[in-house]
């Protein structure tokens, strides 16, 4: 899967929100907030679609638990869970 382009993170005060540049991406009744580490997920997804063309949550559980001090069971639940909730959102090509 890979993230859908056109839509940029943009720190909010202490939070992310994830929003469609184009008009076509602009969706006003739903808005798309992130804490710190679904952020960065959310940078390392668009880090890897740019760079390989998709990403994995094995990708993404590696890249946070690289970064944060999380168990690699707890990192596979917790990613799985966020790209669950991007795909639902419309955030991510398959």
Do not use: H
Not at 18 to 41: R, S
């Amino acid at each position: 899967m890979k993230t859908i382009e056109g839509f940029k993170l943009r720190k909010l005060g202490i939070e992310y929100i994830l929003v469609g540049e184009t008009m076509e991406l602009i969706n006003f009744n739903k808005m798309i907030t992130f804490n710190e580490t679904a952020a960065f997920l959310w940078q390392q997804a668009e880090r890897l679609s740019r760079e390989k063309g998709s990403f994995d949550v094995s990708a993404l559980c590696k890249a946070l638990c690289d970064e944060y001090d999380v168990a690699p069971d707890k990192a596979m639940t917790d990613v799985s869970q966020t790209v669950s909730e991007w795909r639902d959102a419309g955030v991510l090509e398959e």
